[in-house]
């Protein structure tokens, strides 16, 4: 359903991404792993267009598009078939839960304002902030905010939505709150693409997952596989410092 | 003291507050935009246009206002002759209503204004709304009108208002070019009888009660934009 070439992607001298290639299927959910500065978060970003990548292809079923080259209008319509879940939630300021949810709605999608708020409010029921509609992100804590965040997200029924290390900004105690969301909307068959750090998530829930360093993908494959028999050397010191020694009966 | 004098008078100044006002209203709507676009041009780093904002902004600033007055009122009546001349256009320069050259002048001075004061608002907005409302489908322009300026402008308000109550003050200074505001009418009334000290007196007395509107009207204009940010569960 969507298939990713040839990334690549440079912030001055610093190559970032050096041609990733990427396929995703419908209903996957696919975690990427990998140490900071890896390119996870760029891959992310320049899957939506949020930066420009140097070169690379994205094939969306019925469109292919040029990273590099892509006209306004294409991006425009990448972005509608794609929602993004931020790391620090980027939720609008000046607009309430509701309208948060609603926005993409009735201004990106011209959907009438009554049949908006109907979903809006479902979308939120959904992540279980029916108590919240009208408050607004300063009056939420962090755990609710990132699921106002996605559910900003699953609202628009995106053909994908990208996860930005989604749990990385919030308090130990919130981060479960966020992940049972995710795990609800996975079951529900939603397509996925997670950079994350929540090893627990990447077990349980993905059907894919992808080991990046150094701005290429090291090793892919299901989580089964990855985290209990690794085949690169790279892939393996990683996991050892990340996971708890009882995970890796193999060293 | 003439107290007859001094309400009288009053009345004559207060016949000015619509050519200040105006001034001050054209002079806005012309500023607002175009320094928030030129903002946007030094925030972005857009070549020529950055540089052209930063030098236009330090000219302004570095000047007095009345001398901005003084060339805008000598330049321009020169510059129309000659225009006139060339293209056969019957009309007198001397005869065109002051006020033109109040509205040039001072949207010029409060344009360099705003382009500083959005200049720091639009500092205060992170890039990741922008980013979240481009992926939520919005376009640049649906960003701008819907998440971005509803920011900026909480931010700026404040400044916004200093700077309009120094415009309205400084509409005071078009009595350099014959123009019929506040200052003008009083000091004219006052030149009959030498009663400056009351007509000084209404003039005080009408910027002090035209600024304050003005001020109490973006105070409550402040509160309702910023509804969201002091909410409180």
Redesign the interface.
């Known amino acids: 359903m969507l298939e990713i070439k040839n990334i690549h992607k440079s912030f001055g001298p610093n190559e970032i991404l050096k041609g990733v290639d990427l396929k995703i299927e419908k209903g996957d959910v696919v975690v990427i792993l990998g140490p900071s500065g890896s390119g996870k978060t760029t891959l992310l970003r320049c899957i939506?267009?949020?930066e420009k990548a140097d070169q690379g292809h994205a094939n969306f079923g019925d469109i292919d598009v040029n990273l590099n080259t892509a006209t306004k209008k294409q991006i425009?319509t990448i972005?509608?078939k794609?929602?993004?879940v931020?790391q620090?939630y980027?939720?609008?300021?000046?607009?309430?839960a509701l309208e948060n949810v609603t926005?993409?709605l009735i201004?990106?999608?011209k959907i009438p304002k009554a049949e908006a708020n109907e979903m809006g409010k479902k979308a939120l029921d959904k992540v279980g902030l029916s108590e919240k509609y009208d408050?607004?992100?300063?009056?939420?804590s962090g755990g609710q905010q990132q699921r106002v965040g996605i559910a900003?997200?699953v609202v628009?029924n995106p053909d994908i939505i990208l996860f930005d290390e989604p749990t990385s900004a919030l308090d130990p105690e919130l981060v479960g709150e966020v992940l049972s969301v995710m795990k609800n909307i996975a079951k529900e068959g939603t397509t996925m693409l997670v950079v994350t750090h929540e090893m627990s998530f990447a077990k349980d829930v993905a059907n894919k997952v992808v080991f990046m360093d150094g701005g290429v993908i090291v090793e892919e494959g299901p989580p089964k596989e990855i985290f209990s028999k690794p085949k690169e050397e790279r892939t393996k010191q990683f996991l050892h410092r990340v996971l708890p020694e009882d995970y890796i009966f193999y060293i | 003291m003439d107290f007859k004098f001094l309400v009288d008078t009053f009345f004559v100044a207060l016949s000015g507050v619509p050519i200040a006002l105006i001034i001050t209203i054209i002079s806005l709507l012309i500023a607002l935009p175009l320094g928030f676009m030129l903002a946007l041009t030094r925030i972005n780093k857009i070549p020529v246009l950055q540089r052209f904002a930063q030098v236009y902004v330090s000219f302004i600033r570095g000047t007095p206002v009345i001398v901005q007055i003084f060339i805008v009122y000598s330049s321009v009546p020169l510059l129309l002759t000659s225009l006139f001349e060339k293209y056969h256009i019957d009309k007198n320069v001397y005869d065109i209503n002051p006020i033109w050259y109040a509205f040039i002048v001072f949207s010029i001075n409060t344009t360099a204004i705003m382009i500083e004061i959005f200049r720091s608002a639009i500092g205060t907005v992170?890039k990741?709304?922008l980013?979240?409302?481009?992926?939520?489908?919005?376009?640049n322009v649906?960003a701008f009108r819907?998440?971005i300026i509803?920011?900026v402008l909480?931010t700026a308000l404040p400044n916004i208002c200093t700077a309009t109550v120094n415009l309205i003050k400084a509409t005071s200074l078009g009595y350099a070019m014959s123009l019929q505001e506040i200052t003008l009418r009083a000091k004219v009334a006052a030149n009959v009888g030498y009663n400056y000290v009351e007509a000084y007196l209404d003039i005080f007395l009408v910027y002090l009660i035209l600024c304050s509107l003005v001020e109490y009207v973006f105070k409550r204009y402040e509160k309702r934009l910023s509804?969201?940010?002091t909410?409180?569960?």
């Open positions: 939506n267009f949020l425009h972005r509608q794609t929602a993004f931020f620090n980027n939720l609008f300021h000046n607009k309430t926005e993409g201004i990106g999608r408050a607004y992100p300063s009056e939420l900003r997200a628009l | 992170s990741g709304q980013e979240a409302a481009y992926s939520v489908g919005l376009t649906q819907r998440i509803p920011q909480v509804k969201y940010k909410a409180h569960a």
